[in-house]
């Protein structure tokens, strides 16, 4: 599970969903103090062993930590739902080429790493699911986060191609195409609020549909908008509604 440290992020999210299962966890993410608290929640909770790795995975892996934290067990699933998005939100030409460069490097390398490294374990025990944490701004380009929205355009594509290549095995992939979500603090205030979906029904609908489906699309709202800005819309009219839309929750 990379990117669990924050209590309101998706990522613990997945973690408390998960280990209401039973099931035990490795978390990742590049604040270890939240980190810790996280994982000895977990284990308050739910009685589920919780391994940590405090790494940065925007360098370049392998990732002594994480390796350290899988050393000598199997993963099952792997949900890859880590992140990186600067504060400011300024015009692609604006923002500094060692962000853009940073950005590829945790929400673009990080996944193939990942994916790469323990898809492959998975392949030799022909057992696995994976998770990639996506979002609907892959599918339209997002002005102002628009190094985001490319982030996650490669990481659909990766998503699905995965899917495919692995029909013949018993390794599920699920891409997941997320909404604006109640994970960031007041980030999102000047955004309608009946667009802003909660993390703990989100994440059930999207474990619901692993090995079910190879998209999942959770929550109505996100379900109508995507169709809308993706089928109903021209592109060129997509990216502009979605870059007035962008501008105003900005504050641009």
Wanted: net charge neutral.
């Amino acid at each position: 599970m990379t990117g669990a440290a924050r209590a309101e992020g998706l990522g613990y999210a997945f973690a408390r969903q998960i280990a209401v299962e039973g099931v035990n966890l490795i978390v990742t993410d590049v604040i270890g103090d939240e980190l810790e608290r996280r994982a000895a929640q977990l284990r308050t909770d739910f009685g589920v062993e919780v391994r940590t790795a405090t790494c940065d995975l925007g360098e370049a892996g392998p990732w002594a930590a994480l390796d350290h934290a899988m050393d000598g067990l199997d993963v099952d699933l792997l949900v890859c739902n880590h992140m990186f998005t600067p504060k400011e939100t300024p015009p692609i030409l604006d923002m500094p080429l060692e962000v853009h460069h940073r950005m590829l490097d945790i929400n673009a390398r990080a996944y193939t790493t990942l994916v790469h490294t323990i898809g492959n374990r998975m392949r030799e025990r022909n057992r696995g699911s994976i998770v990639i944490v996506a979002s609907g701004a892959g599918l339209t380009s997002a002005p102002f986060t628009a190094a985001y929205s490319a982030n996650k355009a490669f990481q659909i594509a990766l998503g699905e191609a995965l899917w495919f290549e692995l029909g013949d095995t018993d390794i599920d992939v699920l891409v997941m195409i997320g909404g604006l979500m109640r994970t960031q603090g007041d980030a999102l205030d000047q955004y309608p609020r009946w667009m802003i979906a909660e993390p703990a029904p989100v994440v059930r609908e999207v474990l619901n549909a692993l090995g079910r489906k190879h998209m999942v699309i959770p929550g109505l709202t996100n379900r109508i908008f995507t169709l809308v800005q993706t089928r109903v819309n021209s592109r060129r009219r997509t990216v502009q509604t979605i870059g007035r839309f962008m501008a105003k929750g900005l504050g641009k």
